[in-house]
Nanobody, 131 residues
Framework: QVQLVESGGGLVRAGDSLSLSCAVS????????MAWFRRAPGSEREFVAT????????QLVDAVKGRFAISRDDSKNTVYLQMNGLIPGDSAIYYC????????????????????????WGQGTQVTVSS
């Protein structure tokens, strides 16, 4: 059974950094677009970052541009989210997701930032940023 396992969350202070990892167990990241989403208390789950199956394209939500970076290492079947300059507004459960289709990365941002493009999800890792 293919599973996504997130790690690296924790409790930090504003301005600190965290590095989240998402490892694919029983499967691969190779040729799959990968993404991170997050859900803050009382809010809907929202898109954070995506990286294309080739690694050549990525996109971040405006709120984290300049602070977060997404990367991948297909030799380790792992995707990363480096988070710098954390603020309390970044507090959320962070979820990793894998695209439903091999080789998919829609040039329309509205598509590859939407949950419907992903069919494999991790359980999430909690990130809490204190002020």
């Amino acid at each position: 059974q293919v599973q996504l396992v997130e790690s690296g969350g924790g409790l930090v202070r504003a301005g600190d950094s965290l590095s989240l990892s998402c490892a694919v167990s029983g499967g691969t990241t190779y040729l799959y677009t990968m993404a991170w989403f997050r859900r803050a208390p009382g809010s809907e789950r929202e898109f954070v970052a995506t990286i294309s199956w080739s690694g050549e394209s990525s996109q971040l939500v405006d709120a984290v541009k300049g602070r977060f970076a997404i990367s991948r290492d297909d030799s380790k079947n792992t995707v990363y989210l480096q988070m710098n300059g954390l603020i309390p507004g970044d507090s959320a459960i962070y979820y990793c997701a894998r695209a439903a289709t091999v080789g998919w990365y829609n040039p329309n941002p509205a598509e590859h930032t939407a949950e419907r493009g992903y069919d494999l999800w991790g359980q999430g890792t909690q990130v809490t940023v204190s002020s």
